[in-house]
């Protein structure tokens, strides 16, 4: 199954913390089942810093175009940067023939609500699009990383970051 293979990738990266909300744990019932990435050594969610990627697994109130609410069907999301985006889904949601089918799956596309800010979405990554997704998951944590490790460097130590 591609998501576990995701799931083994992502949560095997230095640093990483996944949020996996389920009923009970505080979150708002819309998220439990989803996953959301960041990078956090110290286990604490960054207070200014939003994932880096998400696997959500139904439709949320502004976000339908990809028909996640059918049997099996979830989309892997990616912040890859505006250049890289426009490289790996094209310039825009705009294509040739009209806008994208978001429904598609196992095919790169801009996301449907955040594609503007260099964010990717694939439903249900399969063979085209896994091995080069787990590619982009670990450029992104990468980048959250480094922008991470700057900001530790510019503002001083962060309270519980190792020097």
């Known amino acids: 199954m591609s998501m576990q293979r995701i799931l083994e990738a992502v949560r095997a990266l230095d640093g990483v913390l996944e949020l996996a909300p389920t ?3 505080g979150f708002p ?6 996953h959301f990435f960041y990078y956090a050594p110290d286990g604490n969610v960054p207070e200014r810093e939003q994932p880096y990627a998400t696997i959500v697994t139904k439709d949320y109130p502004d976000d339908t175009a990809s028909d996640l609410d059918g049997e099996g069907r ?3 999301n990616v912040h890859v940067g505006k ?5 790996v889904a094209g ?10 089918d978001f429904a598609a799956s196992d095919v790169f596309l801009p996301h449907p609500v955040y594609g503007s800010l260099g964010w990717i979405a694939v439903v249900v990554p399969g063979e085209r699009t896994l091995d080069r997704a787990v590619g982009l998951l670990r450029d992104a944590h990468e980048r959250a990383r ?11 130590t962060r309270a519980g970051a190792e020097d």
């Open 23 to 25: 009923e009970g744990s």
């Open 29 to 34: 019932e819309l998220a439990w089942g989803d």
């Open 74 to 76: 979830w989309r892997l």
């Open 83 to 87: 250049a890289v985006a426009a490289e």
């Open 91 to 100: 310039e825009g949601a705009e294509g040739a023939a009209g806008p994208p």
């Open 146 to 156: 480094r922008r991470a490790l700057r900001r530790t460097s510019v503002g001083g």
